[in-house]
């Protein structure tokens, strides 16, 4: 049943499953593609709220440094393990971003092929698909020296790979994500980090069109953007000066819709709302220690809330990761939003503790949980619990 919930309904989010140990990547649909480690895994929502039926889908095997350290949930997280990208092509193929490869699964075959080794820096942020099948990602390095940076694509569905488009020295420090936005029929391409390198870029599939829409600010300094029918939805992610929400319509104007209340690298859009989730990056201007998650109508987009938040766990930030709460790529449902926690305390409460997602320190994987946009009634199990209080 498709959704038709108003902002208040938006705003009394009914947990309808917590799934440990599985970090959600992607939606196709009903559809939801989640990993344990270096295995894929996929469920589908429909189950809900009965017990998810986990289906394996495949593997990758990693160096063998990489299969000690996954199996320790902190070393995991020190050297960041397991996949963190994932798009789903129409063909079946699906494509992967694991630590310094991409990484390829045919349709029906069950072993990820290494088709891409990265040598400059770790991973990309995000793999993005369009139509046609053609694959893109860019290059996510530290680039101290200001080298050339790469935007590579494939044709083959992510078998072989080609420098699709090249920015040259000093142009920018790297790629933070190509989206695909169906509406214009382009790419927006987001890069960082300062000063003109900066740039909400829109281009072409084959980049004989680009076009610089914005730059040389840090609120053009962007990870998280979600397309819609009406424009592009932004964020900043910057720690030198305040985060906001924006909005850049059809026509090319910009909006600053809300302040955030730290950087922000995730959104997503669930029906008729749209999702931004922020992350603990302490600087002198992002000082809060809560990762939080915005929402707003998509036809009402003046006015967004904060619903969810959590706490950063106790482990340092600078080995142990950021506070984050991962929101999937690709077409999400209409009635369900998934969050991946990271690097935060427990949102199980404590027994006579309030249940305001702040519970006992963790050093547990990233916690999967599903969101519904309406009440569900009925006898609740252990997957479903009651309405989630509202963020302070």
Not at 169 to 174: L, N, S, V
Not at 200 to 214: G, H, K, M, P
Not at 258 to 275: E, M, R, T
Not at 276 to 299: G, H, K, L
Request: net charge positive; with cysteine; proline share 5%.
């Amino acid at each position: 049943m498709t959704s038709t919930a108003t902002f208040s309904d938006v705003s009394k989010l009914v947990r309808c499953a917590r799934i440990p140990h599985l970090r959600a990547l992607a939606w196709n649909g009903e559809t939801l593609y989640a990993s344990r480690r270096y295995e894929l895994l996929r469920a589908s929502a429909a189950d809900l709220p009965r017990e998810l039926n986990w289906q394996g889908v495949g593997n990758f095997r990693p160096s063998w440094n990489r299969r000690l350290s996954v199996v320790n949930r902190l070393t995991a997280r020190l050297f960041r393990d397991g996949f963190h990208a994932l798009a789903l092509l129409a063909s079946g193929t699906i494509v992967a971003a694991v630590p310094g490869a991409i990484a390829t699964l045919r349709a029906h075959e069950t072993e990820f092929r290494r088709t891409f080794s990265i040598v400059r820096g770790s991973r990309p942020l995000h793999i993005t698909a369009v139509p046609s099948g053609r694959v893109f990602w860019g290059g996510y390095f530290d680039n101290a020296t200001r080298d050339g940076v790469h935007l590579y694509g494939s044709a083959d569905g992510g078998m072989c790979w080609d420098v699709a488009y090249t920015f040259p020295q000093r142009a920018i420090r790297h790629v933070h994500n190509i989206v695909h936005d169906p509406w214009q029929d382009c790419l927006w391409v987001l890069t960082g980090d300062y000063g003109d390198e900066c740039r909400i870029i829109r281009a072409s599939y084959d980049f004989t069109n680009v076009e610089v829409i914005l730059q040389g600010k840090q609120q053009a300094r962007a990870v998280a953007a979600v397309p819609t029918e009406d424009g592009l939805y932004f964020t900043s992610d910057t720690p030198l000066e305040q985060n906001f929400i924006h909005r850049l319509d059809r026509g090319g104007t910009l909006s600053c819709l809300a302040p955030l209340s730290s950087s922000s690298i995730y959104g997503c859009q669930i029906g008729s709302h749209l999702f931004f989730s922020t992350m603990v990056e302490p600087s002198e201007v992002n000082r809060d220690c809560m990762v939080r998650i915005y929402a707003a109508q998509a036809n009402n987009p003046q006015r967004w809330e904060s619903l969810l938040s959590w706490r950063k766990d106790r482990w340092p930030m600078k080995f142990f990761q950021y506070g984050n709460a991962v929101l999937p790529d690709g077409i999400n449902p209409p009635q369900y939003l998934a969050v991946s926690t990271v690097a935060v305390e427990s949102d199980r409460p404590r027994p006579g503790n309030s249940a305001r997602c702040r519970g006992q320190t963790s050093i547990r994987s990233p916690q999967c949980t599903f969101r519904s946009h309406r009440r569900r009634l009925g006898k609740r199990t252990h997957q479903i619990s009651r309405t989630l209080p509202r963020a302070d």
